[in-house]
């Protein structure tokens, strides 16, 4: 999912110690950042050419290969900025010290589905689409995949880690586990709502996983 | 996944009514879905060109298209022969009467990993691939991906009844609900066994599940 207000990743150094350019570079990063991810999280990395990018973003092919080596480069990139935005919006939901650990769940599963919804359901998981791709993607592509699902994971884990100590999850449960099936499971419902176009499989994911999670309570 | 046996589609009146050609005609209609779910569901719909295809099957482009109008008619063929593979899968395992219906479900996890074990964990499932490349691919994909997994949870939410019956799922779960998220989970294990290329992912997801089976007997 990608709201409207994505931002796109801080500004960097570019690359090859090239001087920097026109005073609009790093908004022209910016615009192409921003249409990489509206596309790839719509349609995936295969099926989207740069050329589909430049147009979007109305930035000449010459300024996307400033800042790109290649669209392998800018398909890292993209991963980078994804990772900052939504680790971003699951510190907005988890860290809500307002709500009980399982509510602040409940409300994270709610901002992801309002923005699915704004755009019509047609915008998935940036990390789960290109998962999906992995066979045909570059090799290095699959750590920075990995490596953004675990940094999810681990503010899922602490999350759970906040239930057990309030007693909304049982000591006998494993956080991590929990937090690791917990992402194995909202990635296949993205992808599920994504086919539908409507929200009934997040809705669904959520109320058993929120089960599971209570019956680790009862045990 | 797709074990080394998965057949190809049975036969079917080649289209557009033009003379059926040489003896093997139907022969190379197999070599050309088996080539088909061997590369989609390894690296999806877009990234694979109907050259590579006719590459692998060793087949003439001209036969192609004397059995496929485009390269989405093929791909609804193979999501057609994907469909009929998987489901005697399923059957094989969930209708196994010497196993109880928890155990059944646990066979098909382990039929499952072996499948994908014999690939490395490359290839995944070809619905789970191609729902995830929905936004890149032609409309009438969509109603074809959705209807496989309905059936495929028809049979879960059978197999669920009679878990019922037996006292394995306590009478106040839904069985279709709790099928759809046996699919929604199920589909995103496969996609994460691939990501990382090892099986974790499934025993994970299914230690999970299980659970939440066991709690409903229960509660």
């Known amino acids: ?35 990489g991810l509206e596309h790839l999280t719509e349609k995936g990395y295969s099926s989207v050419g740069v ?15 400033h800042h790109f080596r290649n669209k392998a480069d800018f398909g890292l990139a ?41 755009h019509g359901f047609r915008r998935g998981c940036l990390v789960g689409n290109l998962g999906q791709e992995m066979g045909a993607l570059p090799d290095g592509f699959r750590a920075a995949l ?16 906040e239930a057990q100590a309030c007693g909304e999850l049982s000591a006998g449960q494993d956080p991590d586990a929990l937090a690791e099936a917990f992402w194995i499971g909202w990635e296949g419902a993205i992808l599920r709502a994504k086919l539908e176009l409507r929200p009934d499989p997040l809705r669904n994911f959520i109320k058993m996983f929120v089960r599971l999670f209570e019956a680790g309570t009862a045990g």
Chains 1, 2 share one sequence.
Do not use: H
Request: charge should be positive; proline fraction near 7%; glycine fraction near 6%.
């Open 1 to 35: 999912m990608l709201p409207k207000d994505a931002p796109s990743q801080p500004s960097e150094k570019p690359r090859r110690g090239r001087p920097r350019g026109a005073p609009d570079a790093s908004l022209a990063r910016q615009n192409l950042i921003r249409a």
């Open 51 to 65: 050329d589909e990018i430049l147009e979007v973003a109305k930035v000449p092919k010459g300024s996307f290969y």
């Open 78 to 118: 993209l991963i980078a900025a994804y990772d900052i935005y939504f680790a971003g919006l699951l510190d907005r939901a988890f860290l809500d010290g307002s709500l009980s650990p399982l509510a602040r769940l409940r409300l994270f599963a709610t901002i992801a589905e309002e923005g699915m919804a704004r």
């Open 146 to 161: 990995v490596g953004v699902l675990e940094s999810w994971q681990n503010r899922t884990a602490r999350l759970f880690r």
